[in-house]
């Protein structure tokens, strides 16, 4: 299943979601879709944009995100790309770039970017510096 990601209305990259491996947050996300709300830089933790959604579910398959990172690592060569759900904050996760904090929290490792990467990044870089970029999730 994919999903575009638009910031400040234009298109920035493609999720895919692995529809066969979390069919519950899948359908959740589904359910709940198109859905328009606050680009945020997660500062703290290092490389993260997060998307506030309104799908509360409890976590499905949950890792933590020490594993996520160095199995994206192991996959790719970086944690960049991949893409989670993290329940407790409604949030969706998109990791940018390879400077992650290893915190002890879990998150369901749903996806990854399929198309625009480089495009995430730079945004992503943005909201940095310039929070609070209006952005909004569809199915595509």
């Not at 990791?95 to 929290?105: S, T």
């Amino acid at each position: 299943m994919n999903l575009k990601l638009a910031i400040r209305g234009e298109h920035v990259c493609t999720i895919n979601v692995w529809a066969d491996r979390y069919p519950q947050t899948a359908r959740r996300l589904t359910e709940a879709l198109p859905v328009t709300t606050i680009a945020q830089h997660g500062k703290i933790v290092g490389d993260l944009l997060y998307l506030g959604i309104p799908v509360v579910m409890p976590l499905e398959k949950p890792m933590l995100l020490q594993d996520i990172c160095q199995e994206r690592r192991r996959q790719t060569g970086s944690a960049a790309g991949a893409v989670c759900f993290y329940g407790p904050r409604q949030q969706i996760c998109i990791y940018y770039g390879d400077d992650v904090a290893n915190e002890p929290f879990e998150l369901s490792w749903i996806g990854e970017i399929e198309e625009g990467l480089s495009a995430i990044q730079l945004a992503a870089i943005k909201c940095w510096v310039s929070p609070g970029e209006v952005a909004t999730i569809a199915l595509g």
